[in-house]
C-alpha cells in the first residue's frame, strides 16, 4: 500500500500569533450550534434506549448524559485551541447500540468497569501512534470515498425528508439555494430560519421545557468482571476505533489536515477512562458532525475553522450543564428539519469527497469500491459500514496495484 501525504493539501499556518477573537467567524460558531443539534437529535436518542435497556435510574441517566456532554466539550475545546484544527468529538453511537441489547445483562458497576478498562486501552493505543501507522497506509482517494460514503445518506436526506415535510425540508432547501446565491457565507443560517419557520408555521414544531435543572453527576464504582470485559469492553473498542476513530481521522485528513493520531485519539481515550465512573462509556473523533464544522461552510479559510470545533465544545459544555433540559429542547424538534439542515450543512463536505475520490485514475476504482460499500449502510458484526468501506477500498487496492511495480528496479514494467 502507499503512504497518504498531505502536504499539499494542508492549510497553511495562519501569518502572526493565532488569535480566537480575531479568527472567530458567525458562519463558524454556527456549524458548531449544527454539529452540536446533530449529535442531540439523533445519536443520543441510542444512549437512552440502552439506558431504559440496562433498567438504570433517571438520575443514572442524567449522570450519563452529563459525562458524554462534558468530555465531548472539553476535547472539542482543548483539542480545537491546541491544534488550531476544527477536531470534533463525540460520544460512541456504535458502541451505544451495542450497549442496547448487552448492558441488561451485566450489573450497572461492571458494564462501569468495562468503560474505564475501554478508555485505557484506547489511550494506550493511541499514544503509542499504532493506530496512526495503520490510518497512514491508506491512500488518500480511498480515505476521500469513505467520507463521501459516510455523508451520502444525509445528502439524500434532504429530499427523502421532503415527501415526509414537503413544507419544512423544502423550505430548508430552498432557502438554502436562495441564500447561497446572494448570502452564501449565510446559507445554513437562513435554511435553519425557514427551516423552523415552516416546522411551526405546520404546526410540527414540538418544544416544551418546563424547567431548567442542572445536571447532578453520579459516581459508580467500577467493578471488574470478566464476562462484562469480554461481552462490553472489547465490542465497544472494537466498535469505537474502527466505526468512530477511523472516520474520524479521514475527515480531518479529506479536508487537508495533517492530524497527529497520539494526541486526539490519546486525548479521548483518557477523558474516556476519567469519566467513565460518571456513565460515560466512549468519547471518540467524530465523522458526520466533524464534517460540518472542516468543510467550508465553516468558513472558506481552513485555517479559521478550528473556532467551530471550538464552538461545538462550549455548545456541549451548555447542554451537558442543563442536561435533560436541553435534551428535550432537541428532541422536540422534527427530525425533517434536523435531516434537511444537516443535509445542506454537509454539501460542501459531501463535494469535497468525491472529488478526492475521483480525481487520481490510478485509485478510482478502489475509492469506487469503498464508496459504495461505506453507502450501503452494511453493518457486519456489530461494525459499521465506514469501516468495511475502508477495508474494501484498501484490500482492492492492495489486488488493483500489485506487481504493478518491479521488484528489481522499482518502475513500471
Not at 501512534?129 to 445528502?155: D, E, H, Q, T, Y
Not at 425557514?194 to 414540538?206: D, F, I, K, W, Y
Not at 480525481?359 to 478502489?366: G, N, P
Request: charge should be positive; glycine fraction near 12%; hydrophobic fraction near 50%.
Amino acid at each position: 500500500m502507499t503512504t497518504r501525504t498531505t502536504t499539499d493539501t494542508k492549510p497553511a499556518p495562519a501569518a502572526g500569533r493565532p488569535s480566537l477573537w480575531r479568527d472567530a467567524s458567525f458562519s463558524a460558531v454556527l456549524a458548531g450550534l449544527i454539529a452540536v443539534l446533530v449529535s442531540y437529535s439523533g445519536p443520543l436518542v441510542i444512549v437512552l434506549s440502552a439506558a431504559s435497556a440496562g433498567g438504570l435510574t433517571r438520575e443514572q441517566t442524567g449522570s450519563w448524559v452529563w459525562a458524554l456532554s462534558l468530555g465531548s466539550g472539553l476535547t472539542c475545546l482543548g483539542l480545537s485551541l491546541y491544534t488550531r484544527m476544527p477536531i470534533v468529538t463525540a460520544w460512541s453511537t456504535p458502541g451505544a447500540a451495542l450497549l442496547v441489547t448487552s448492558l441488561g445483562s451485566y450489573s450497572y458497576p461492571e458494564a462501569i468497569g468495562a468503560f474505564v478498562v475501554t478508555g485505557v486501552l484506547i489511550t494506550v493505543i493511541g499514544v503509542t501512534g499504532v493506530f496512526g501507522r495503520l490510518m497512514r497506509r491508506v491512500p488518500a482517494a480511498v480515505v476521500s470515498a469513505m467520507l463521501a460514503g459516510i455523508l451520502f445518506s444525509f445528502g439524500t436526506g434532504v429530499f427523502t425528508s421532503v415527501k415526509s415535510a414537503p413544507w419544512t425540508a423544502g423550505g430548508v432547501l430552498l432557502g438554502y439555494l436562495l441564500a447561497k446565491r446572494f448570502l452564501p457565507r449565510y446559507a445554513v443560517l437562513v435554511a435553519l430560519v425557514v427551516g423552523v419557520a415552516c416546522s411551526a408555521a405546520t404546526s410540527r414544531l414540538h418544544v416544551r421545557i418546563e424547567a431548567f435543572e442542572i445536571a447532578r453527576p453520579e459516581w459508580t464504582t467500577p467493578h471488574l468482571s470478566v464476562p462484562a470485559l469480554i461481552g462490553i469492553a472489547v465490542p465497544l473498542l472494537v466498535a469505537t476505533l474502527a466505526s468512530q476513530n477511523a472516520p474520524g481521522m479521514g475527515v480531518l485528513a479529506a479536508s487537508g489536515y495533517t492530524p497527529n493520531d497520539r494526541v486526539l485519539i490519546g486525548s479521548t481515550g483518557a477523558v474516556s477512562t476519567l469519566l467513565a465512573p460518571f456513565g460515560s462509556h466512549a468519547i471518540n473523533l467524530a465523522a458526520i458532525t466533524a464534517a460540518i464544522c472542516t468543510g467550508p461552510e465553516a468558513h472558506h479559510d481552513p485555517r479559521r475553522r478550528y473556532v467551530a470545533g471550538v464552538s461545538c465544545g462550549v455548545f456541549y459544555l451548555i447542554v451537558g450543564m442543563f442536561g435533560s433540559t436541553l435534551v428535550a429542547l432537541f428532541a422536540g424538534l422534527p427530525k425533517e428539519l434536523v435531516a434537511a439542515v444537516a443535509g445542506v450543512a454537509l454539501f460542501g463536505a459531501l463535494a469535497s469527497g468525491l472529488t478526492g475520490a475521483m480525481a487520481d485514475d490510478e485509485h478510482r476504482e478502489a475509492a469506487l469500491i469503498t464508496f459504495l460499500a461505506t453507502a450501503s449502510g452494511v453493518t457486519i458484526g456489530g461494525i459499521g459500514s465506514a469501516f468495511w468501506g475502508l477495508i474494501a477500498g484498501v484490500l482492492a487496492h492492495v489486488v488493483l496495484s500489485w506487481g504493478r511495480f518491479s521488484p528489481r528496479r522499482g518502475s513500471r514494467p
